[in-house]
């Protein structure tokens, strides 16, 4: 280190006064200012070697796996990375140990330190210490002014011995796990803060007023903790703030913003999502020096943007979720001179005539109005604005059309354009190719059509966007084959996946060297993949070529260039033997190998050689062996389910989410699962369909967010747990298919986001319960095949949501509860277009891309097994659109309640196999979407009711063994049934029964009498009588009249004679001409 200059003149006038004044003691001062200018001279301050051996000790107490510290071993500890030291003493006044860029270290934080008596900097952010506790011994620094422990992977309880820094004037906390407790109130005591940063820290409580207290703030980052304050009165003692973060803070009260508008010396306000309401007051116009405003993503409203004309310094805006509808926004844009980015995303924006009429230029760069209603029309007024613009982002608009030549000729200098997820049509404009700046390309998600060589093959290419990295095009309409992209050498990451890409992939996609990520995937292709697709893709970082209809076929020695950290090849040819490649791929941190036609037991290294897995998708294979103990891995998505494993169910990670190990051959008990002490993350569970046997363990509240839980088709006994009521997000149960007995826990009424219950198939006894009527969510409910009694209770009416109630073949007695009408769901009609993503329960949306999250994994679990048409089917994914009320097979008594003629939604009704009476319901015809009805074996009686004639869409019906008489109903779809449907009715009669009714007898027969008669001639019948009569009067009306009038017979035969003779002589006149000839 070197002395600055001011430094050297310093010691020149002090040594010439110093010997002046001592020169009389007889001391050399010409001889010790030689050796301090030798000092100076040098420019080295030596390291203390007593804080050398605190530092050396406080590095034996990490383990630094990426050589953060390799530098740390020299005897000048002043030169080592990270360490500062005072240019005139030498002592270690800072460390610098961020982890951001060198990476992270681990393990703990020695002791030592407290040897660097001088240390006034400590950071230490963007480390891994493990979860433990800030350590005590930092509050004994009392030199700190500035500590930095962010992103640090602390947890537990901040130390109250940090108050006890009185010198500090940061304190930076950001991004780590204080466990929900409150802000210390030591904090509040710490006068001397200039900024304090406790951003993402898991706090939660009240924020005190004492926070007022904190005068010297400069800087405030209270954002994204489950903090709440009764007012914001503290800010106004907080006059000097100029960075204020409150984001996701509960700031719903009134007149929250009035106080933050007294802050004059604000640079940075950032308020997303506080659960502000009402109008933005335009006192916010009072903050003249805001560089920075962020109001996203609240209930605000306003009528206009006058204020926004005094923010003349603003540089950032974020009004998105905010209405703007009956604004002109536009028009306020010009007056932000120094406005750089502007985010209007969500905001209702329309392409109104006061937009297209707006001239104005602006100096944005940065442009983000997506999720709006704009149309094309908005690219007129767009292209006024644009020639500044570096990004723009138009996704999830009403953008229709082709893209405009004149709006991409606009865009002079864009690097990021986004129209993705709009209804874009035609070809992809080849004036694209002119943005020479362009470097992200986002258009998935449209209607775009054609073939991509015009633009992007090789030879047409050279030479445009050369600057291109990311390219996405996937879900659109695209066709052809894939063309050679080896002129776009910038390409990081290509999205072509859902087109209809068809041919090969070509070999030269194995040039882009710089590729990252790769997506083909649900395309046609066809052909064989080989070692020579990759074999310059060194940096290929996520591959996915899932669901096309290609051979991956490589060396089983193979070692490719790259070290993958997400590969998908589900629905890809990869089998039948398990890659042996993949061991090579150290990184990994997801594989999908579903549905890839392997037959093969698994390899024990897939759990061992991967400690970045993160989830695992090998369903719908035919994978036989065991799974091991997984508890060790760090695997959160875990599905193995329909292939053949076998062996005892294996224990998984702690902190998995989503489990699926159905359809396989799994034994034996799972009561292990209770050996964890808690699964806090796990959402989902499905064991189904396997050979597990043995108790449910009763230790489900250690899995406090379980949301969806399927045991069903195993060999389970015992009771129901009761510990199932800890369940507060549970959502779907399904234990159908087992041996429980018992009856259902009252614990189950504490779940009240309960949607699918499904116990069918078991012992349960008892009644049912009343307060079953108190999940007032649910829509499935399945008791079938039970041994429950009683009655029917009344209170099963409150759920007003089933659209799936199935009490068959139980044992329940006495009448139905006239109450139906109460079932909404049953009652309405679908007049939203069905979503075919949703799904009760949890389902995860899994991101392919940290850049472009186009590509989504939703496993479906929402299924429930159901008697429809006769048959036990399983509905997998068209559940939602199901509606049915099962009842049969009980001993229910009384009439149809009038109340199920209300459920006009309904699809099936099977009230069979009862003791029911009286007639059938008259106005049964208003439930006009019924297919299945079944009323057979029970006790009816009466005529049937002419309203079932309008039940068009019935496709099932068996009235069979009841009492009823009279004539059936005359309707196609009536007719249409076998008489099996009405046999057993000894008094009803018509067709399709052979029985005529007695106004139908008195017609005499013509048919066959084993034939049915409806009254009327057949097809047959009516042809004969119309050829009959056509030879009658066609043949014999010719015929007969040339045998009674001889003049006409005689004209008749005269006439042919002279066409006959002129045929004759033409014929003979040809001939002769042409033998001269």
Partial sequence: MEYPTNIYLFLFHTSKYTERMISDKGISIKFLLFLLLCVSVSGEVRCIEREREALLSFKNGLIDDYGVLSSWRSDECCKWYGVECSNTTGHVIALHLDGYYKGALRGKVGSSLLELHHLNYLDLSYNDFGGYSIPEFIGSMKQLQYLYLMYSHFSGIIPPQIGNLTNLRLLGLSWNDFGGNPIPEFVYSMKQLQHLYLKYAHFSGIIPPQIGNLTNLLSLDLSFNSLTTENLVWLSNLSLLSYLHLSQIDLSHPNSLQHISSLHFLYELHLYSCGLKGTVPSQIGNLTNLRSLDLSHNSLTTENLDWLSNLSLLSYLDLSQIDLS???????????????????????????????????????????VSDNNLTSSSFDWLSNITTSLVEIDLSHNALGGPIPNA?????????????????????????????????????????????????????????????????????????????????????????????????????????????????????????????????????????????????????????????????????????????????????????????????DEIPTWLWTVFPSLDCIYLFDNQITGSVPDLSFTSIRFLFLNNNNFSGPFPLFYANAEIVQLNGNKFSGSISSICKIPQYRQLLSLDLSSNQLAGEIPDCWEKMPYLSFLNLADNNFSGEIPRSFGSLLEFSALQLRGNNLSGELPSALRLCQKLQLVDVGGNKLRGEIPNWIGELYNMEILNLRGNKFHGSIPSQICKLTDIRILDLSRNNLSGKIPDCFNNFTALAQMNTTQFDPYYRIGFYSMFQYSDHLPNKKIRPVYEYSSVQWKGQELEYRKNLKLLKLIDLSSNRLTGNIPKSFSSMLALISMNLSRNSLTGNIIGDIGEVEMLECLDLSHNQFSGELPASLAQLQYLAVLDLSNNDLFGKIPTSTQLQSFNASAYAENDRLCGPPLPALCPEDSLRPSTTNPNEKDDGSLSFMQEVCISLGFGFIFGFWGVVGTFILKKSWRIAYFNFWDHVGDWFYVKIAVFVSKWRRS
């Fill in 326 to 368: 009956h604004t002109n926004w536009l028009l306020h844009i010009p007056s932000l001179r120094s406005l750089n980015e502007l985010y209007l995303n969500s905001c209702n924006l329309t392409s109104s005539s006061s937009f297209l009429n707006s001239s104005s230029k602006s100096h944005l760069s940065i442009l983000g």
């Fill in 407 to 599: 709006f991409l000729e606009s865009l002079v200098l864009i690097e990021y354009l986004d129209l993705s997820n709009n209804m874009l049509q035609g070809h992809i404009p080849k004036s694209l190719s002119n943005l020479s700046r362009l470097r992200v390309l986002v258009l998935y998600e449209n209607h775009l059509g054609g073939e991509l060589d015009e633009l992007f093959g090789n030879i047409s290419a050279k030479g445009m966007l050369e600057s291109l990295q990311i390219l996405d095009l996937a879900d659109n309409k695209l066709n052809g084959s894939v063309p050679d992209l080896r002129a776009f050498s910038a390409l990081t990451e290509v999205y072509f996946g859902g087109n209809n890409f068809t041919g090969s992939i070509p070999q030269s996609i194995g040039q882009l060297s710089e590729l990252q990520v790769l997506d083909l995937s649900n395309n046609s292709f066809k052909g064989v993949v080989s070692e020579s697709h990759f074999i310059k893709l060194d940096k290929l970082k996520i591959l996915d070529l899932s669901f096309n209809s290609m051979i991956l076929n490589v060396a089983p020695d193979w070692s490719p260039p790259f070290q993958l950290e997400r590969m998908f090849l589900g629905g890809s040819n990869v089998g039948p033997s398990f890659p042996k490649w993949i061991q090579t791929q150290r990184n990994l941190s997801g594989i999908d190998l579903s549905r890839a036609g392997i037959r």
